[in-house]
């Protein structure tokens, strides 16, 4: 096969000063206005052109006989560079240019099958796992979750059913003012005094104990250790309610209780009361899986409402940090694909400003897509579930994906042949190592996380080792295959040349012209 590089014609090398970027050719317009004086002008624009040409040779080991001088000095060139460097600027080049149409076709395969597993990539289910399963730690916890069943294993959710609260008043407080909860705000029409109203909350008691939704029959009523112990289990009397409830209040079960906020009895007014029951549910499931949990508990809370007699038909239930973190895990899971899509726009703006084209921006936020996309995709392979720790690592992950792709483009654009083979064959050149390198270096230190217990450190290792993986490829292979396919050549897709220069030329013209009328 014959050298690609025999396959571009000697005068694609050649920057001339109508092939000149946006960039040269705003500084060369700057020169010129800073620089002429009356009627000058031309004659110093014609030396400029000639000098930027002879330049542009130079720089370009480029002469008027393509057949010795170019040849001999880029021979030269190449003797000076490292073997690394040699090896990208010859074999690896090479080799991306020859079976960059194999590569896109592996890319497409890759594509598929990730979009594919990403379909699959859900809520987490489980527990937030924080030591790996070999530890004491997490050996103990789960034995005592498993084996041995009490209303006191904190390691499932508590729910509460409180009545005598209507809201929490939080006005005037700020967001992040967490010292200060707000102010309660009772419910007036609460009364347990009646007799009907009482037996409503053991009726309740008892129901729990038969819902599914309660772990081993485990309710804390303290209405019925009340009713036990002032009136051998039935309901006190309306005229007696408020006495006979001082009176328990003073023995032990009735003071721990109090302690306990089950009992809100305050200056001879009870203001609230609560009762709890044990779920079958663990801590720090994923959102997907505990909401429904909530929705249900909601839904036979409103059950209670409706059949109880004014007085306790308003109950809430809550179950205090797990209810709030589920919703914490929601928004972080949402927040992870935003910030996603954010950062990807923000990358795309960012690289149109720093490369003036389009064209060069659009293909590399196409590999940094990618490597997000394999990297949520070996998230699923490897059986996690989308949780809190999934949720910050994605955000973590565009800024190791940006890293190397970006300094391919910049210098891409920054090169000074005209044609996409010789350009990709410069950027390679000159920052193929850096890339390798800094690869290395962020694999190296990534190895020791996998010595550690802690999960997030474990799959923080595994997130990146992976995007390093992907970044590599997207950036020496899928970025470099695509610009010696269908890379942008001389100004195409430069914004600085087709958009600010001329705008910039008209806005001079105009000036100058309103000048002119003036001195006239």
């Given at each position: 096969m014959?050298?690609?590089?025999?396959?571009?014609?000697?005068?694609?090398?050649?920057?001339?000063?109508?092939?000149?970027?946006?960039?040269?050719?705003?500084?060369?317009?700057?020169?010129?206005?800073?620089?002429?004086?009356?009627?000058?002008?031309?004659?110093?624009?014609?030396?400029?052109?000639?000098?930027?040409?002879?330049?542009?040779?130079?720089?370009n080991?480029?002469?008027?006989?393509?057949?010795?001088?170019?040849?001999?000095?880029?021979?030269?060139?190449?003797?000076?560079?490292?073997?690394?460097?040699?090896?990208?600027h010859?074999?690896?080049?090479?080799?991306?240019?020859?079976?960059?149409?194999?590569?896109?076709?592996?890319t497409?395969?890759?594509?598929?099958?990730?979009?594919?597993?990403v379909?699959?990539?859900?809520?987490?289910?489980?527990?937030?796992q924080?030591?790996?399963?070999?530890?004491e730690?997490?050996?103990?916890?789960?034995?005592?979750?498993?084996?041995?069943?009490?209303?006191?294993?904190?390691?499932?959710?508590?729910v509460?059913?409180?009545?005598?609260?209507?809201?929490?008043?939080?006005?005037?407080?700020?967001?992040?003012?967490?010292?200060?909860?707000g102010?309660?705000?009772?419910?007036?029409?609460?009364?347990?005094?009646?007799?009907?109203?009482?037996?409503?909350?053991?009726?309740?008691?008892?129901?729990?104990?038969?819902?599914?939704?309660?772990?081993?029959?485990?309710?804390?009523?303290?209405?019925?250790?009340?009713?036990?112990?002032?009136?051998?289990?039935?309901?006190v009397?309306?005229?007696?309610?408020?006495?006979?409830?001082?009176?328990?209040?003073?023995?032990?079960?009735?003071?721990?209780?109090?302690?306990?906020?089950?009992?809100?009895?305050?200056?001879?007014?009870?203001?609230?009361?609560?009762?709890?029951?044990?779920?079958?549910?663990?801590?720090?499931?994923?959102?997907?899986?505990?909401?429904?949990?909530?929705?249900?508990?909601?839904?036979?809370?409103?059950?209670?409402?409706?059949?109880?007699?004014?007085?306790?038909?308003?109950?809430?239930?809550?179950?205090?940090?797990?209810?709030?973190?589920?919703?914490?895990?929601?928004?972080?899971?949402?927040?992870?694909?935003?910030?996603?899509?954010?950062?990807?726009?923000?990358?795309?703006?960012?690289?149109?400003?720093?490369?003036?084209?389009?064209?060069?921006?659009?293909?590399?936020?196409?590999?940094?897509?990618?490597?997000?996309?394999?990297?949520?995709?070996?998230?699923?392979?490897?059986?996690?579930?989308?949780?809190?720790?999934?949720?910050?690592a994605?955000?973590?992950?565009?800024?190791?994906?940006?890293?190397?792709?970006?300094?391919?483009?910049?210098?891409?654009?920054?090169?000074?042949?005209?044609?996409?083979?010789?350009?990709?064959?410069?950027?390679?050149?000159?920052?193929?190592?850096?890339?390798?390198?800094?690869?290395?270096?962020?694999?190296?230190?990534?190895?020791?996380?996998?010595?550690?217990?802690?999960?997030?450190?474990?799959?923080?290792?595994?997130?990146?080792?992976?995007?390093?993986?992907?970044?590599?490829?997207?950036?020496?292979?899928?970025?470099?295959?695509?610009?010696?396919?269908?890379?942008?050549?001389?100004?195409?897709?430069?914004?600085?040349y087709?958009?600010?220069?001329?705008?910039?030329n008209?806005?001079?013209?105009?000036?100058?012209?309103?000048?002119?009328?003036?001195?006239?």
């Amino acid at each position: 096969m014959e050298s690609p590089t025999k396959l571009i014609p000697d005068n694609e090398c050649v920057l001339t000063p109508e092939k000149k970027s946006g960039h040269q050719i705003d500084l060369l317009n700057d020169s010129d206005e800073e620089q002429k004086e009356g009627g000058i002008m031309e004659n110093r624009e014609a030396d400029q052109n000639s000098q930027s040409f002879d330049n542009s040779n130079n720089l370009n080991h480029v002469s008027k006989d393509p057949q010795t001088d170019d040849k001999s000095l880029e021979q030269d060139s190449v003797q000076e560079l490292t073997s690394t460097e040699k090896f990208f600027h010859e074999k690896w080049n090479t080799w991306m240019f020859k079976y960059k149409y194999v590569f896109f076709g592996i890319t497409l395969v890759w594509l598929a099958f990730a979009i594919w597993r990403v379909s699959l990539f859900k809520s987490a289910k489980d527990p937030i796992q924080r030591l790996n399963e070999g530890h004491e730690l997490y050996k103990l916890t789960q034995t005592s979750r498993n084996d041995f069943n009490s209303a006191l294993n904190t390691g499932d959710i508590e729910v509460y059913l409180l009545w005598g609260i209507e809201d929490l008043d939080r006005s005037g407080i700020g967001r992040w003012e967490v010292e200060n909860l707000g102010k309660l705000i009772y419910d007036s029409s609460f009364n347990l005094a009646p007799v009907a109203n009482q037996q409503r909350i053991l009726d309740i008691c008892n129901n729990l104990k038969t819902r599914s939704l309660v772990a081993n029959q485990v309710v804390t009523c303290w209405v019925q250790d009340f009713v036990d112990a002032q009136n051998g289990g039935s309901p006190v009397a309306e005229a007696n309610f408020y006495t006979e409830l001082e009176t328990y209040l003073t023995t032990t079960t009735g003071q721990n209780q109090y302690n306990d906020n089950m009992i809100g009895y305050v200056n001879g007014e009870l203001l609230f009361i609560k009762i709890v029951a044990l779920t079958t549910e663990a801590r720090f499931q994923g959102y997907s899986f505990l909401y429904p949990v909530y929705e249900e508990w909601e839904e036979l809370k409103n059950e209670y409402n409706s059949a109880s007699p004014v007085g306790v038909n308003n109950a809430l239930q809550t179950a205090g940090y797990d209810w709030a973190w589920l919703v914490t895990e929601r928004e972080m899971n949402r927040g992870a694909i935003q910030g996603i899509i954010i950062s990807l726009a923000f990358a795309l703006f960012v690289l149109i400003m720093s490369t003036y084209n389009v064209v060069i921006a659009v293909y590399a936020v196409m590999c940094i897509a990618l490597i997000v996309l394999s990297v949520v995709a070996v998230m699923e392979m490897c059986g996690w579930g989308m949780g809190v720790i999934e949720a910050i690592a994605m955000v973590m992950i565009i800024g190791f994906s940006v890293d190397y792709v970006v300094h391919l483009a910049n210098h891409y654009v920054e090169c000074t042949y005209n044609d996409r083979y010789r350009r990709m064959q410069d950027a390679l050149t000159g920052i193929g190592v850096s890339v390798v390198s800094g690869a290395i270096s962020t694999i190296a230190s990534g190895i020791f996380l996998f010595l550690a217990v802690i999960i997030f450190f474990l799959k923080f290792a595994v997130l990146v080792l992976a995007t390093i993986i992907f970044s590599l490829y997207c950036s020496l292979v899928l970025f470099t295959c695509l610009n010696h396919a269908i890379g942008p050549q001389n100004n195409f897709g430069d914004i600085g040349y087709y958009i600010i220069t001329p705008l910039k030329n008209k806005f001079k013209s105009a000036c100058k012209k309103s000048r002119n009328e003036k001195e006239d």
